[in-house]
């Protein structure tokens, strides 16, 4: 089940919660700008220490003189024309990249806390990359290109020219050829409208322009002008006339006006399914009719379902389309007598109009259960418009989890693994039967027409009949039972970990913050995840440098890794805070947990994430509040392995090496052991280990640096190859890790150019050391081995196999030798051909010196 953290909000009868008022930020001081490259600037200011604190800044530059700011984006970092994310704090500089050298600019900020945003500053002070270069107007630009596209439409394009600075905006002036009246284009509206009236400067990345109310027959020229931050430009010369045909309405049904008559109605759309239809009263009309129909059809429709008396000359249709063109007609009731029908009056849509084409995708639909005990649900939906109309539905529905769609046959309401037909409209429901009650599901629905069927919808609401039923597994780490809900496991179940655990061990460098860091854990059923996440104590846990990290991995794995689907997109209140993309052609992409904690906000969040897979239901999720650790912290944490038992261990790691025989020509059996031979030196660092670690579930003698471990893991920027033992690659994480006390004292006891000792079987050690350079020194070591050598040739020949003592030699500064304590004699495993020997001597036949000669009487 979802599991939630929250931070609740108390209210009821008797408590009054008051707040005082905290203040917005006041104007912060003018920044600092100052050259940082090439084309880059870099921008410093400060921050005031204020409560509440500052969370974000946004920055603005211009060119000195220019009536334009652009807004810094601190993702890009670059200056963008609208938009732009802010700075988040505490960031108090950045470099702006992309700005023009020989030209002055000037920067303002704004900050803002939780109260609201400040005033903006005062400008800084102008820099320049370089030596300023000569400023100018825009020199008297190129004619444009006018172009008549036919009903009142006239097109114009233009290039900008080259001018220091820049070129900010542009204006199109229409001129009429016959009369000389000059008007300019509005840029938001595309008509033509007087000098000082609409907006009529166009930004410069624009090069066309359309105007939509220019009248037939009549010759026009456009001309340009341009804008920089020294002023406007001269107008250009006239471009070539154009004029746009004028329609011969003679002998068509289909006549166009501009306003009403009796002769025409006129069409205006008013608000959403409505159009308001005016006409002009004949004399002595004593009743009006209206009839209005689609387009295209055969079919009229009166309009109010009765006619419209005087002295009435409008009406308003309603439960219209939008995106489709209706016409209509009137007639009226004049002396007793209703006359004629008028002519087709001009088309009028409500909104863009819609082309013919196959159906948009629909809207999701909506599952509610209408029978637990026969499993009966209904899937609704609401028809959109198209062009031509809908004919039917194709209805999918699948069991949550699942790979595969099953479609809804149009007859018997079941579920069929083919499709089998599509419901007819202007059905807008049908009752599903045969469902499991315990499962949950989810459809999806898509719409056809005469040109074909269009795509399929986003799967609707999850929903079940009856309560849902568990799939509980027991998770080997906490020993609690988990519901995989709709997921699948088809591993062991017995190195199964539930998704909680795996998020608490998956980047030990970023702790879950304990009892309640898990703030959200969801297995994924959706494409699109919205939530809503309370976070009152934020700005508590950043004070404590504490994050916010959303983590995911595949609910069918076994370990811990991180892994993203193939695209996601978090949204928080509104805004992108990141976005995981799929990785090139050749690239394998490398998935960490992501911080969202800039993005986020202290009070009520509303989260959006979008995921693009295969298989989103395979994937959980889980939003956790960190607390970042270092090696050294971690280090604090891990336990000792007294020496004693750290002894044992090791004796028990050795016991296959004391049992195999020295003499191995008559065995069959081969037998893999390790050496005793134990190294003293790290294999990651290459120095002598401090603090001597191994992992609990190893089967080696080496043992590594519990620093050097720890500190090349958090250097490994490839999260999920993390935590393998140096020395076997099995997954070794800070909590499986121990100190071995036994190879802790071999160290403290050896001198430090020691590298290697030998393990012997009761349990002490002998020093390796490598041959001196010296003569003497070399000699002294010969003469110490064969001393070495013929006492143990001594010991074996008393005891055949029996150890009673052992040499431990330790080369100190004064060259001196200690005899170690001994334990109690440790009895060896016997060769095959000791131990026939010692069944000769207890059944008193003594072997002659060979043993083949027959033995004397």
């Not at 006339?241 to 009403?260: E, F, I, K, R």
């Not at 005087?310 to 489709?324: F, R």
Request: proline share 8%; glycine share 6%.
């Amino acid at each position: 089940a979802d599991s939630v953290a929250h931070t609740s909000t108390l209210t009821g009868p008797g408590l009054v919660c008051a707040a005082a008022e905290m203040p917005k930020p006041g104007a912060p001081d003018r920044p600092t700008v100052e050259v940082a490259g090439p084309s880059s600037l870099r921008i410093s200011w400060s921050l005031p220490p204020i409560e509440p604190e500052i969370t974000a800044s946004t920055i603005k530059l211009r060119i000195l003189g220019s009536q334009r700011w652009q807004n810094y984006d601190h993702r890009s970092e670059r200056l963008v024309a609208k938009g732009g994310s802010t700075v988040p704090a505490p960031t108090s500089e950045v470099t702006v990249e992309g700005c023009i050298d020989g030209l002055a600019y000037e920067a303002i900020v704004a900050i803002m806390n939780s109260e609201g945003w400040s005033d903006i500053s005062q400008p800084s002070m102008p820099v320049s990359i370089g030596e300023l270069k000569p400023r100018a107007k825009p020199a008297k630009p190129e004619p444009p290109v006018l172009t008549a596209l036919g009903a009142g439409k006239l097109k114009i394009t233009w290039s900008i020219p080259e001018a220091c600075p820049p070129v900010e905006a542009a204006q199109v002036q229409i001129t009429d050829s016959s009369s000389g009246m000059t008007l300019l284009v509005d840029a938001s509206s595309g008509k033509l409208v007087p000098a000082g009236s609409g907006r009529t400067t166009f930004v410069a990345t624009r090069t066309e322009a359309n105007v939509v109310n220019a009248s037939d027959g009549v010759e026009y020229v456009a001309s340009m002008c341009f804008r920089n931050a020294e002023g406007f430009s001269e107008f250009s010369s006239p471009s070539e006339p154009v004029a746009n045909p004028q329609a011969d309405v003679s002998g068509m049904q289909l006549v166009l006006h501009q306003s009403p008559s009796t002769e025409v109605p006129m069409m205006e759309p008013t608000t959403e399914g409505k159009m308001k239809i005016r006409w002009l009263l004949p004399e002595g009309a004593k009743s009006t009719t209206v009839k209005l129909r689609r387009v295209g059809s055969q079919n009229w429709y009166l309009c109010g379902g009765s006619a419209i008396p005087e002295p009435a000359c409008e009406t308003v249709a309603t439960g219209l389309e939008e995106g489709i063109e209706y016409e209509s007609t009137i007639s009226f009731l004049i002396n007793g007598r209703w006359g004629s029908e008028s002519a087709v009056s001009r088309p009028a849509c409500i909104g863009t109009k819609k082309m013919p084409g196959i159906p948009e995708a629909p809207k999701e639909p909506r599952l509610v259960v209408l029978n637990e005990q026969t499993g009966q649900m209904r899937v609704s939906w609401r028809p959109i418009t198209t062009v031509p109309v809908l004919t039917g539905c194709t209805v999918k529905m699948r069991e949550v989890g699942a790979r595969t769609w099953q479609y809804v046959h149009p007859s018997t309401w079941q579920m069929c693994p083919r499709d089998e037909g599509f419901v007819p409209t202007p059905a807008s429901e049908v009752n599903v039967v045969g469902l499991t009650p315990g499962v949950r599901y989810e459809a999806m629905i898509a719409f056809r027409n005469k040109l074909g069927q269009g795509p399929f919808s986003q799967p609707s609401e999850v929903a079940c009949i009856g309560r849902p039923t568990q799939k509980l597994i027991r998770c080997t780490y906490c020993y609690n039972d988990y519901d995989l809900q709709h997921a699948d496991y088809t591993r062991d179940p017995d190195s199964f970990w539930c998704p909680l655990c795996r998020f608490r061990n998956m980047d030990p460098f970023n702790a879950v913050a304990e009892p309640y860091g898990m703030l959200l854990c969801h297995i994924v059923v959706r494409s699109n995840i919205n939530f809503s996440l309370d976070l009152p104590d934020l700005k508590s846990w950043r004070k404590d440098d504490q994050s916010i990290f959303l983590r995911m991995c595949k609910v069918d794995c076994e370990s811990c890794a991180q892994v993203w689907p193939r695209r996601l997109l978090f949204e928080a209140n509104g805004a992108k805070v990141f976005e995981v993309k799929e990785p090139e052609e050749g690239h394998v992409r490398r998935d960490v947990p992501q911080n969202i904690s800039a993005g986020l906000k202290p009070g009520l969040n509303t989260i959006n994430i979008t995921i693009e897979d295969e298989y989103p239901a395979s994937y959980v999720m889980s939003l956790v509040r960190t607390q970042a650790m270092n090696a050294q912290q971690i280090a604090a944490m891990t336990p000792q392995c007294p020496e004693e038992q750290a002894k044992a261990r090791v004796m028990t790691l050795l016991a296959d090496t004391w049992a195999t025989p020295v003499d191995n020509e008559d065995e069959e059996e081969i037998t893999c052991v390790i050496s005793n031979k134990l190294k003293l030196r790290c294999p990651l660092s290459f120095e002598r280990c401090v603090v001597p670690v191994r992992g609990e579930q190893c089967m080696h003698l080496q043992c590594f640096g519990l620093l050097a471990y720890l500190e090349a893991n958090l250097k490994m920027r490839a999260l999920n190859n993390r935590w393998t033992c140096p020395v076997c690659s099995t997954i070794l994480r800070p909590q499986d890790l121990r100190i071995d006390g036994y190879v802790e004292k071999v160290l403290s006891e050896t001198p430090s150019h020691i590298d290697e000792v030998l393990i012997m079987q009761d349990g002490s050690y002998r020093c390796i050391e490598e041959m001196p350079a010296d003569p003497q020194a070399a000699a002294a070591a010969r003469e110490r081995e064969a001393k070495e050598a013929a006492a143990a040739a001594t010991a074996k020949a008393e005891a055949d196999g029996e150890v009673t003592e052992m040499y431990q030699t330790i080369a100190d500064g004064d060259d001196r030798k200690r005899k170690a304590a001994m334990q109690p004699s440790v009895q060896k495993t016997l060769t095959k051909r000791q131990r026939l020997r010692r069944e000769k001597q207890r059944t008193g036949v003594e072997g002659s010196d060979n043993d083949s000669d027959p033995v004397a009487s």
